[in-house]
């Protein structure tokens, strides 16, 4: 993975939207416990991610992309919870879940053909 790429541009972007959401959560809404769920998980994505592109060996590099995507399934399930529960507005969750979603599909398909060349 070359340094700048689409995926690590992506995620870091989302990443300050996380954190965002987060500072809104904890002084607007007063939401302590999901909001530090969702800040863990949305930030992940990324600094896995740069991990990944620091990996030793092809193998290394698969691990960090697998736990990045798992963590951004996490966050899409976080940001599901705080709109069902009112604490993020339609519109937001809906902004957000888009992204997140769009993480997933590209780091979904960043395993599927490192595994399919492994195979």
Not at 93 to 117: F, M, P, V
């Amino acid at each position: 993975m070359k340094h700048d790429n689409i995926v690590q541009q992506k995620s870091f972007a989302f990443a300050i939207r996380i954190v965002n959401v987060y500072k809104f959560l904890i002084f607007e809404k007063k939401e302590y416990v999901l909001s530090k769920q969702l800040l863990r998980s949305g930030t992940s994505i990324g600094a896995n991610i740069e991990e990944s592109i620091g990996g030793q060996s092809e193998r290394d590099f698969l691990s960090k992309i697998s736990i990045s995507y798992k963590e951004a399934r996490e966050t899409v399930y976080w940001i599901k919870l705080l709109q069902e529960t009112d604490y993020l507005q339609e519109k937001e969750a809906k902004n957000l879940l888009n992204d997140a979603e769009e993480l997933c599909k590209i780091l979904g398909k960043i395993q599927i053909t490192l595994k399919s060349r492994n195979s």
